[in-house]
């Protein structure tokens, strides 16, 4: 497949123009707009292996600030998109976060960097301690995925550490059109910056963060 001809279109669906950017770059600018997080393919590893689960995740950025998010998942055939102050979409349909607060009825999300590891033995501990303490703790393999999922009220959560901002650029957009927070693992707002996200729906935070100051020192 054809994967930056399905960019085109994805770009076309939601009324985008600009020049395309190859898998995993971010330096596109122009004037104050930028194309942050073209992502030809979001889980490559999943499509080498034949796991189902990958992604088309696309950011649009005006001043430093996201507009138009996109993350279409090719094989179910799932367009998940989002603009500034007009909300969040699965195929057209208005989506939100789910209004689950109690941890203990929640599904979250994770996933595992590919390097780093030198954090990996207290980040099993926050695995671990969340996984008694919630309904059930998934990892899909794409990030953007296990983002559009939490906007859509699938997923109650998702983190992980060590992600690039094409990785989680357009999904953390969609959460947050949806009605759902998006912050770092001590609660900033940096989540581009150090390379850790929380996503939820908003209502399980001090839950989730707390679990994570006893766990992981980002």
Known sequence: MDYELLCAKVIATTRLTG???????????????????????VSYVDKIHGIPTYAISIALYEHGKPIIGVVYEINRSEMFSAYKGGGAFLNGKP??????????????????????????????????????QCH???????????????????????????????DVAAGAFLVQEAGGSV??????????????????????????????????NS
Request: aromatic share 14%; proline share 1%; hydrophobic share 45%.
């Open 19 to 41: 020049n395309f950017i190859r898998k995993e770059s971010i330096n596109f600018s122009s004037s104050s707009i930028e194309l942050k997080g073209l992502n030809d393919l």
């Open 95 to 132: 989506i939100h976060v789910s209004k689950r607060a109690a941890l203990s009825e929640c599904l979250l999300a994770t996933g595992f960097p590919y390097y780093q590891f030198d954090k990996q033995a207290q980040y099993m501990k926050l695995f671990a301690s969340l996984m008694q």
């Open 136 to 166: 059930g703790l998934r990892r899909i393999g794409s990030a953007a995925v296990d983002l559009a999922y939490v906007a859509c009220g699938r997923f109650d959560a998702f983190f992980e550490y060590n992600l690039n901002s094409w």
């Open 183 to 216: 912050m770092n693992f001590t609660g900033g707002d940096e989540f581009l910056q150090t390379r850790e996200i929380l996503a939820s729906n908003g209502l399980i935070n001090t839950e989730v963060l707390a679990t994570m100051q006893d766990h992981f």
